[in-house]
């Protein structure tokens, strides 16, 4: 009998795709719920943290807001105490019941590293904030019929609102801040003009302010044809030409140019009119040559888009600060 070999072809196989699982972090969650019902101090901490949001299993979402619930009205937060919350609102079951609490508590031996289990927690709720975010920008960008300008803005206030939600300034002790106060005092007495902030260029202004103040919002107003315009371009001059600091300018009514006109007027002191109509003469052009000069020169920026966002006005201002 003659046997035939066997022929042997290599077989391949295709695996299926099975995608990629949210970022998540279960065995954080349960740390933090965990050292919230053993020790009462912890509650405090993640507050400022985190949201029932952050979490990603919905049953962690539900113990944490009976969590907040409980400490909103001041009741003690512990084992019993969330049991019945939870029970109060028909919610125990769903989340596993006692038995499933009662686990969490013994997955953790103390709070003492609850604070960094919360930010690992919170971190993964932002990347997946990110991901929902993208990937809805995503879907728009491929819709024909979507405006890119609504687009963009869309895009921009999605991820201004992620940071803003989640980017939470830290408590300062008053002996830090005052620390911080007496450094300011002292680099203003360093100065001749003994200003902390940045001068405006009008002495009685600069007096009453002490210069513009960072994080302050001020308010130009009064009825038209009073001088805003060229109260505010005369300031803008000052600071940049004078002191050396970036300005930018935002117009939603006169164009780049009209402002710059203003500005060269002001600087060269040449009427308006023969600005306008360009009837100089010989002497007035090198006038006019000479004392731009600077004002070529200015970090002035200027842009003249109608209607802009303030989402968009933030971003352009981030990208003007990051430039050299």
Not at 35 to 45: G, N, R, S, Y
Not at 74 to 92: G, I, R, S
Not at 213 to 237: D, H, N, W
Not at 283 to 310: C, G, H, M, Y
Request: with cysteine; net charge neutral.
């Amino acid at each position: 009998m003659i046997k035939q070999k066997a022929l042997t072809r290599p077989i391949s196989i295709q695996l299926p795709d099975f995608g990629k699982v949210p970022p998540q972090a279960i065995d954080m969650e349960e740390a933090v719920l965990g050292a919230i019902m053993l020790e009462k101090e912890a509650v405090i901490t993640i507050l400022d943290i985190l949201k029932p949001e952050s979490f990603y299993k919905e049953s962690h979402q539900k113990i944490f807001k009976a969590v907040s619930d409980l400490s909103a009205k001041e009741y003690p937060v512990d084992l019993y105490t969330v049991t019945e919350e939870l029970k109060a609102h028909n919610e125990l079951e769903s989340v596993g019941g006692p038995l499933y609490l009662t686990q969490l508590t013994s997955k953790v031996v103390s709070a003492a590293n609850v604070d960094y289990h919360a930010r690992i927690v919170a971190q993964k709720h932002i990347q997946r904030e990110l991901i929902r975010v993208s990937t809805e920008i995503q879907t728009r960008s491929f819709d024909d019929t979507t405006d890119v300008m609504e687009l963009l803005d869309f895009s921009e206030n999605a991820l201004f609102q992620i940071a803003e939600g989640n980017i939470k300034r830290e408590v300062s002790p008053i002996n830090m801040v005052i620390k911080e106060a007496i450094k300011e005092i002292e680099e203003a007495g360093k100065r001749k003009d003994s200003l902390i902030g940045i001068p405006s260029g009008f002495t009685k202004l600069d007096r009453l302010t002490s210069g513009w103040q960072k994080s302050e919002l001020v308010i130009i107003a009064a009825r038209p044809s009073m001088g805003k315009t060229a109260f505010a371009l005369s300031m803008a001059r000052n600071m940049a030409i004078d002191h050396g600091k970036k300005v930018a300018i935002f117009s939603c009514e006169m164009s780049s140019v009209q402002l710059v006109n203003r500005l060269i007027i002001a600087e060269s002191d040449i009427s308006g009119e023969k600005i306008r109509n360009g009837r100089l003469n010989e002497e007035e052009w090198k006038q006019l040559d000479s004392r731009i000069k600077n004002l070529v020169q200015a970090p002035i920026f200027i842009d003249d888009t109608p209607a802009i966002s303030i989402f968009e006005l933030r971003a352009k201002c981030r990208r003007l600060m990051a430039q050299n």
